[in-house]
């Protein structure tokens, strides 16, 4: 558990410190190559949540992502998710939510600054690749495990099946 927290203090903090080195290096709309022809740096507000959803009512992140985190952060506690695996995703989505929420209060909007040059993509920040890598990392782990409590299901299924079979002959 101590791992896990400071895995989401360590998230935490380079979300903060990126974004402080934005505010501070760079003009509203500045860019500057950063991987040329794949990433550059464009400092950027987003008003509203991913993709800019909700950006004429910043109220509701405001309000919505507390509850999200402190639901999320019950069900951590309680270890209703104990798969490691799941508890990691867990870790990087409610620390990349708390990075932005942290900016909503701070600023009034979100400091994006990666921007992809090889597709038409939202500019994003350290905390949006967390939450992405975080939900992505619990949703394949819940799947998995899923998948083979099913497939347990299923050879115990089929050992049974094939008892019944030898019985009756």
């Not at 990126?18 to 501070?24: D, E, G, Q, S």
């Not at 890598?133 to 949703?139: D, E, K, Q, S, V």
């Amino acid at each position: 558990m101590r791992k896990l927290a400071l895995l989401a203090i360590g998230i935490f903090v380079l979300d903060r410190v990126v974004k402080a080195w934005i505010l501070a290096n760079f003009a509203l709309g500045e860019v500057q190559p950063l991987i040329p022809g794949l990433v550059q740096l464009r400092y950027t507000r987003n008003t509203g949540m991913a993709f800019s959803f909700l950006a004429t009512h910043q109220w509701v992140p405001m309000v919505l992502v507390p509850i999200v985190l402190i639901g999320l952060g019950f069900a951590f506690a309680k270890r209703a998710f104990p798969c490691l695996w799941q508890q990691l995703g867990l870790i990087a989505v409610m620390a990349g939510g708390f990075g932005n929420w942290i900016d909503r209060i701070l600023y009034g909007y979100v400091v994006d600054m990666f921007e992809l040059m090889f597709m038409n993509f939202a500019v994003f920040n350290v905390a949006d690749i967390f939450i992405t890598l975080g939900a992505i990392l619990f949703l394949s782990a819940f799947v998995l495990g899923e998948w083979r409590k099913g497939k347990g299901a299923d050879s115990a299924q089929a050992e049974t099946s094939g008892k019944e079979e030898t019985s009756d002959e």
